[in-house]
């Protein structure tokens, strides 16, 4: 949220609108003021490219006026799999709260009209304005998110059975995968509440944005003809990072090994690629995976705060 705004009332009413293609700039400029100067101009010029590509719709990113000047933005971006990726609102200095709280409200209404499944939002521990402004526009504070880091300096060695076969993906074996990613759910402490509500497929379809067919690195792992899970990376070239998007073990294997042993082939693929690093996201409740990733050597770099809000049937 930046500075903390005003909550006072204000005789100004603010509008809120879809940004004009004249304001996209300043707009974005504003909600992702939060960044250090470099990191906002890149983050800036990225979703500017992506808009001029068609892959992300202005229509989503809402500003608020008050004699025409914008003193707020809210961005919320569609992905195919039924996700939508809302940025919180931000205000320019000494704004009431007021204006942030329409600003979420109509973000949640331009969603909900979207067809989106669900609108997913990241804050900061300790950004509790932010926190506020979204509960209060009808978000659930899903849980927090550790994110762990590996350097690939020192990698465990730990190695799969004899009869242990590795499937790389492909469109054509798309369906196994997806089988072998709900299996994975079953019973699965990283975001439980999420389980009934996001299948296998919109996951999948999810990842495809962030690992292209160039940087995709999907493995499923197979002992004899039963399943045993899946490892989806993708390879963050420009950055020289690899990035564990997904990893999971079906119910039967786990508690042998099999996932410390997968997760240690994708250090040492990466390492293998020139990478400096790889790093994942997982729910900070799930003590299973904290100890997994404990045991590979990562290390938690910083937490992040997940919230989630689900339109109305009828919305849809």
């Known amino acids: 949220m930046g500075e903390p705004p005003q909550s006072k009332a204000s005789n100004r009413v603010p509008q809120i609108s879809t940004a004009s293609t004249s304001d996209l700039h300043r707009a974005l400029a504003l909600l ?32 608020a006026r008050t004699q025409n000047a914008i003193v707020g933005a809210v961005l919320a971006v569609c992905q195919p799999g ?12 000494n704004e009431p709260l007021e204006t942030a709280h329409a600003l979420a409200i109509s973000c949640c209404q331009w969603v909900a009209a979207s067809g989106a499944k669900m609108a997913q939002c990241l804050t900061q521990l300790e950004d509790h304005a932010s926190q506020q402004i979204l509960e209060q526009a009808g978000f659930e504070h899903l849980t ?28 054509e074996n798309t369906a196994d995968f997806e089988r072998v990613m709900q299996a994975t759910y079953i019973d699965s402490q990283d975001c439980a509440a999420l389980h009934n509500r996001r299948s296998a497929r919109d ?22 003809d039963e399943d045993v899970g899946v490892v989806l990376c993708a390879d963050h070239r420009d950055q020289q990072m690899w ?14 090994g099999f996932g410390l042993a997968m ?54």
């Open 82 to 93: 039924g996700t939508a990726h809302v940025w919180p609102p931000r205000l320019v200095p």
């Open 32 to 63: 992702l003021g939060g960044a250090v100067r470099e990191e906002q101009t890149a983050q800036v010029d990225a979703l500017l490219a992506a808009i001029n590509r068609g892959e992300v719709s202005p229509d989503g990113l809402q500003v």
């Open 243 to 256: 990035e564990l998007l997904y990893m999971g073990v079906v119910p039967k294997f786990r508690q042998q």
């Open 203 to 224: 996951s999948l379809t999810s990842h495809e944005l962030v690992a292209n067919a160039e940087s995709r690195h999907w493995l499923l792992y197979r002992c004899g």
């Open 263 to 316: 997760v240690c082939e994708a250090l040492w693929d990466a390492q293998e690629s020139g990478a400096e690093g790889l790093f994942l996201a997982a729910d900070d409740a799930n003590e299973a995976a904290a100890k997994l990733y404990d045991a590979c050597g990562f290390s938690i770099g910083f937490r992040q705060r997940i919230h989630v809000w689900f339109p109305p049937a009828d919305a849809r």
């Open 144 to 171: 927090d998110l550790a994110c762990w880091q590996h350097t690939l300096e020192e990698i465990p060695h730990a190695v799969l059975p004899d009869d242990c076969d590795i499937v790389e993906y492909s469109p």
